[in-house]
């Protein structure tokens, strides 16, 4: 497990070679305050970056399973705009309800890129007990 595990970005490692690293942006995509949505191993994420780091979250909000690339970053917090859950992302909680969390997952940024690591053989349950979807299956 890298030291960054909590979605913190890092920079400067070679996160190409480790396994289960998706490069899923370019680093300049990821800038104000809008969530920017991409797949990691059939996982939909919201990357969001808050002053210099970037986080990845999983695209779906705990409460409801609403997208969180709908969301809002403001005041250091990721906002869900649907029902107002805002989600202190350093800290991996719920603002003000601790037990809520958004999943997070590890991020590095090396040579203008982003990169999150996801094991799709060691998922963590999915948030709010809402089943994930299958965007690995086509829809044709």
């Known amino acids: 497990m890298p030291s960054n595990c909590c979605g913190r970005s890092s920079r400067g490692?070679?996160?190409s070679?480790?396994?289960h690293w998706h490069r899923?942006?370019?680093s300049?995509?990821?800038q104000g305050k809008e969530p920017v949505a991409c797949q990691a191993a059939g996982i939909a994420l919201a990357l969001?970056?808050?002053g210099e780091e970037v986080f990845a979250v999983?695209?779906?909000c705990p409460h409801m399973a609403y997208p969180l690339t709908q969301g809002v970053a403001r005041d250091g917090r990721l906002i869900c705009t649907w029902h107002h859950w805002e989600f202190d992302l350093p800290d991996q909680q719920r603002f003000l309800q601790p037990h809520?969390?958004?999943t997070i997952y590890p991020v590095r940024e090396n040579d203008g890129a982003v990169y999150v690591q996801v094991d799709?053989?060691?998922l963590p349950p999915p948030p709010g007990g809402f089943p994930r979807p299958d965007l690995t299956k086509s829809n044709d």
């Open 100 to 102: 809520c969390r958004c």
């Open 13 to 15: 490692t070679d996160a």
């Open 120 to 122: 799709p053989e060691n």
């Open 28 to 30: 300049g995509d990821v």
């Open 48 to 50: 969001v970056r808050l």
């Open 58 to 60: 999983e695209d779906r």
């Open 17 to 19: 070679v480790d396994a």
């Open 24 to 26: 899923v942006a370019a």
